[in-house]
C-alpha cells in the first residue's frame, strides 16, 4: 500500500538547524495531505506540522511557529521538515504520517500512513 520512510535525524546543538525528510511509495504522493509528529521521553505523540496536497496549505504547532517550515516535492514523492532555532525541547522522535483527508491534519487519528520514526537530540 502506502510506505513511509523518515531520515536525516541526528544530534545537533541547541541554536542549530536540522531537515528531515520522508520518502514516500505505494500510491500517488498528491492524493495525500502530510503530516509530521513526534514523541519525547516519557510524553505521548503530539502535532508538529502538516501541509495539504498540493503545497498550498501549511499548518504548525504553536511550539515551532517560526522556526520549522514543512514542504513537499510532489514530483519526488518526498516531504520535508526544515528545523532551525533548534531547542532541547525539541529532542524527540519525529514521525511522518499521510491521510487522504483535508482536514483535521493536527489529529494523529486522521492519518492512514506512518514511518517508523527519526531521532531529533538537541543537546544544550
Known amino acids: 500500500q502506502v510506505q513511509l520512510a523518515a531520515s536525516g535525524g541526528g544530534l545537533v546543538q541547541a541554536g542549530g538547524s536540522l531537515r528531515l525528510s520522508c520518502a514516500v511509495s505505494?500510491?500517488?504522493?498528491?492524493?495525500?495531505?502530510m503530516g509530521w509528529f513526534r514523541q519525547s521521553p516519557g510524553k505521548e505523540r503530539v502535532f508538529v506540522a502538516a501541509i495539504s496536497k498540493s503545497g498550498g496549505s501549511t499548518y504548525y504547532a504553536d511550539s515551532v511557529k517560526g522556526r520549522f517550515t514543512i514542504s513537499r516535492d510532489n514530483a519526488e514523492s518526498t516531504l520535508y521538515l526544515q528545523m532551525t532555532s533548534l531547542k532541547p525541547e525539541d529532542t524527540a522522535v519525529y514521525y511522518c504520517?499521510?491521510?487522504?483527508?483535508?482536514?483535521?491534519?493536527?489529529?494523529?487519528?486522521?492519518?492512514?500512513?506512518w514511518g517508523q520514526g527519526t531521532q531529533v537530540t538537541v543537546s544544550s
Open positions: 505505494g500510491r500517488t504522493f498528491s492524493s495525500y495531505s
Open positions: 504520517a499521510a491521510t487522504k483527508a483535508n482536514y483535521e491534519l493536527g489529529y494523529g487519528s486522521s492519518y492512514d500512513y
